[in-house]
């Protein structure tokens, strides 16, 4: 691991989460300084379990376990005693503790796991979202399901124009099914990996964001690139002598993540090398079941005479293909505005 890059990842997190620990404490402030019974009921229950730890250390067995049962007791009271005053003044209880970004850590970045401390998947794909600069990764928020808007995609059939059956409206509803099952069920060794063809403008990378979104609020990591900066990345590590640790990281995440999304292939310049390496990213990881989704611009046709039969035999038999037609969205939305 990139000791540089897992330093400044660390420094954001414990950042981060004494940020989330600082405002909850403020708002708590804020509820105390409003409602100081409350305040005083709490100082009473820190107070008593500061005398509960005393006790355990300076008293005989004997004595110590008689008062450390009515100190316990006295503490249970105190406890029922403010969770009433809390409900009494209608106060939200949740407001008191701080929103972690990620509820499996709380912002840690570590996790136990049968007594095992391990890395939190949150931390892992910070650390590849570091080390890629996966520029698409942060229009998550934007770009999800939630505000995926199919009302730019025309409602007309036209088969002569499309070359598909379906209106645009209609292919474009059943390839976000398409997705949205694909993006929940990410672990499923028979969903096959998604193939998304079509012009420029149509709504490829915005679907491909939000197939990441859901799989990274699933728990599971993310590796998002361009062909040409993926390749490129692949050649410089299996050609360089002097290979960094980071090198490494990149590119055995390739191979590890839990879903790997190369947007524009077909945009890289190939050579020998590259169309191996190609072969080889995609042929291992559907070895090892590891999901792959590709997007491209251009059409299957234009595919077979770019890459060998190799590449082309996965494509086809591994990947659900999906076509996108229509008018560009983009230019639609520009209009508007």
């Given at each position: 691991m990139n000791n540089d890059i897992y330093a400044k990842i660390k420094r954001e997190y414990d950042l981060k989460r004494q940020t989330k620990i600082d405002n909850a404490n403020r708002k708590k402030q804020e509820i105390y300084e409003k409602y100081p019974e409350l305040a005083k009921i709490e100082e009473e229950i820190n107070n008593l379990a500061l005398s509960i730890t005393r006790n355990i250390l300076?008293?005989?067995?004997?004595?110590?376990?008689?008062?450390?049962?009515?100190?316990?007791?006295?503490?249970?009271?105190?406890?029922?005693?403010?969770?009433?005053?809390?409900k009494r003044l209608n106060i939200d209880s949740s407001i008191f503790l701080p929103?972690?970004?990620c509820k499996i850590c709380n912002d840690t970045g570590i996790?136990?796991?049968?007594?095992?401390?391990?890395?939190?998947?949150?931390?892992?794909?910070?650390?590849?979202?570091?080390?890629?600069?996966?520029?698409?990764?942060?229009?998550?928020?934007?770009?999800?399901?939630?505000?995926?808007?199919?009302?730019?995609?025309?409602?007309?059939?036209?088969?002569e124009k499309y070359g598909i059956e379906k209106s645009p409206l209609e292919n474009i509803e059943h390839i976000r099914n398409i997705a949205y099952i694909f993006a929940e069920h990410i672990d499923d060794k028979d969903q096959k990996n998604l193939l998304f063809v079509g012009n420029t403008g149509l709504g490829k990378t915005f679907l491909a964001n939000a197939i990441a979104k859901k799989v990274l609020e699933n728990g599971k990591t993310v590796v998002y690139q361009t062909a040409p900066v993926l390749m490129d990345k692949v050649i410089e590590y299996k050609f360089s002598y002097d290979k960094t640790g980071k090198q490494k990281e990149q590119y055995n995440d390739i191979f590890d993540v839990d879903l790997l999304i190369i947007d524009d292939l077909g945009t890289e310049t190939?050579?020998?090398?590259?169309?191996?390496?190609?072969?080889?990213?995609?042929?291992?990881?559907?070895?090892?079941?590891?999901?792959?989704?590709?997007?491209?611009?251009?059409?299957?046709?234009?595919?077979?005479?770019?890459?060998d039969e190799r590449v082309m035999s996965r494509l086809i038999g591994n990947f659900t293909i999906c076509k996108f037609?229509?008018?560009?969205?983009?230019l639609k939305k520009k209009r508007i505005n």
């Open positions: 300076n008293s005989d067995d004997i004595t110590r376990q008689v008062e450390e049962e009515n100190m316990k007791a006295k503490l249970d009271k105190l406890k029922v005693k403010y969770e009433n005053e809390v929103e972690f970004d996790v136990q796991k049968d007594g095992i401390v391990e890395t939190c998947k949150c931390f892992k794909q910070a650390l590849i979202n570091e080390s890629y600069k996966q520029s698409n990764i942060n229009k998550l928020e934007e770009e999800n399901f939630e505000t995926f808007d199919i009302g730019f995609y025309s409602n007309k059939r036209d088969k190939m050579s020998n090398n590259k169309f191996t390496e190609l072969f080889n990213i995609i042929n291992t990881r559907l070895l090892n079941n590891k999901k792959i989704v590709i997007s491209t611009n251009l059409t299957l046709n234009e595919l077979y005479k770019q890459y037609v229509g008018e560009d969205i983009r």
